[in-house]
């Protein structure tokens, strides 16, 4: 999953947005000093991803990729469902989407001297992209694809990945709204058990 949908499943928590925002920005063991929360967030972001991975909708859309997207085709689902889940956020979220954005970028910005500068220079590109909210758009969905393609070391089709995700929305949306509750209650419980000192 990407930016938005981990601030959200990260709960209602600021340390485990926070954390949950870390995720990619944080590699090998989690560091020791960080607030618990901050620390569970993390830890919440590699559980996501690892289930994401293991999916059998996720596992079965991967498919549907031909070369040379396929190889791709993990970033290619994480970006569009969050654009799947920007469009329909009122579904998911008590808060609406420009609000929760907003959140996430305060967020960001207070706690600036925490992150890590990977992570100070891409809350910067959120905040004038206007991220997370911004995803509804699928314009800058390409345009997201695009940057993620040059910080990729090698040659890669993302800055034309656009419409060969637009042909596939239907396809994607349909996988999402199987995928994604299923999503949320793994989340859910992983936050309880967390809380509870059982993980």
């Known amino acids: 999953m990407n930016h938005l949908a981990h601030a959200l499943l990260a709960g209602s928590d600021p340390d485990w ?10 590699h090998g063991p989690v560091p020791t000093n960080l ?4 620390g569970h967030g993390i830890r919440l972001h590699r559980a996501i991803d690892v289930y994401t991975d293991a999916h059998p909708v996720v596992v079965a859309l991967r498919g549907r990729f031909v070369p040379p997207f396929r190889r791709y085709a993990g970033i290619l689902i994480d970006v ?21 954005s907003d959140l996430v970028n305060d967020l960001l910005r207070r706690h600036r ?6 992570l100070q220079r891409f809350a910067d590109y959120m905040r004038r992209a206007g991220l997370p909210a911004a995803y509804a758009d699928s ?6 694809l695009a940057g993620v393609g040059t910080r ?12 060969v995700l637009q042909a596939l929305d239907a396809e994607l949306r349909a996988g999402f709204d199987v995928f994604f509750p299923d999503l949320v209650a793994f989340a859910d419980r992983w936050r309880s058990d967390a809380i509870a000192g059982r993980r």
């Open 139 to 144: 314009a800058v969905v390409g345009r997201a």
């Open 35 to 38: 607030r618990e929360g901050v």
């Open 113 to 118: 001297d925490e992150l890590p500068p990977n």
């Open 152 to 163: 990729l070391s090698r040659a890669n089709p993302l800055a034309q990945a656009l419409p």
């Open 17 to 26: 947005i926070l954390g949950g925002l870390l995720g990619d920005f944080v």
């Open 80 to 100: 569009w469902f969050d654009h799947v889940l920007a469009r329909d956020f009122a579904r998911w979220s008590d808060a609406p989407l420009d609000v929760f």
